[in-house]
């Protein structure tokens, strides 16, 4: 019998924790939520601002987790960068504005490959981890990059230039009351990298709260990943 999806539902998955240590020694914490069959493709998600709250447990990570890996057969790779706390412990190290964590990104990409084997996996940021995973995420064995609410606050021009020379598509989905980058900014900052595409979504913000927007969000992250145009069901 199905059942409406709700903030609090939970559905079958393999979850699996992990320690991963980085090239500086770094151990991160994380969890692998997997589907019980095959998987389509996988998502690695980069969390908010630790600095303001941000961390693997992020609302619209903790969703994807939860109901990804039964509804749409996509793998869900949660991690906690340096210094980070969530519910499943605290990554060591010390939190570094986006520069150290480098090696936060290039180990978990290592990881999704070597150790998980996984295919077509998609990087995606979300706030703090948008700037993570413009600066970070060149590993060319990825698909290409999920940006939520991008603030663009640490990522240079210049960095946005490295995306004109690798083929691989980028997606921002910009909430249309975002408190740092709303659309119509985003297409002038993005301009730098005229393969972007911008997704505007009304009525949302930074912080997706509400079903709603997760919804959106959800569906638009199973759309690109398998290359279908999906809307999830609101009942499972």
Request: a negative charge; hydrophobic letters at 40%.
């Amino acid at each position: 019998m199905s059942q409406t999806v709700r903030p609090s539902s939970v559905f079958d998955a393999t979850r699996t924790p992990f320690h991963l240590l980085t090239e500086d020694g770094v151990d991160l914490i994380g969890e692998v939520a997997a589907p019980l069959g095959a998987s389509k493709g996988a998502i690695l998600c980069l969390h908010p601002l630790p600095t303001a709250g941000g961390m693997m447990d992020s609302h619209l990570y903790k969703k994807a987790a939860n109901r990804l890996p039964a509804m749409a057969d996509i793998t869900v790779v949660r991690f906690n960068t340096r210094g980070t706390t969530s519910d499943a412990g605290t990554s060591t190290g010390n939190f570094d504005n986006g520069k150290s964590e480098r090696f936060d990104v290039e180990a978990m990409l290592r990881y999704c490959f070597d150790t998980l084997k996984l295919e077509n996996l998609w990087v995606t940021g979300w706030s703090f981890g948008t700037d993570l995973a413009l600066q970070h995420a060149k590993d060319p064995r990825h698909k290409g990059l999920i940006l939520l609410s991008p603030p663009l606050r640490t990522t240079t021009d210049e960095q946005l230039g490295y995306w004109n020379l690798d083929p691989r598509p980028i997606a921002a989905l910009v909430p249309e009351h975002d408190d740092y980058l709303q659309p119509a900014a985003a297409r002038e900052r993005f301009s730098v990298i005229p393969s972007v595409k911008i997704i505007a979504v009304d009525d949302a913000k930074h912080l997706w709260l509400g079903e709603p927007a997760v919804h959106r969000v959800l569906s638009e992250i199973v759309s690109i990943v398998t290359g279908v145009v999906t809307t999830l069901p609101l009942e499972f």
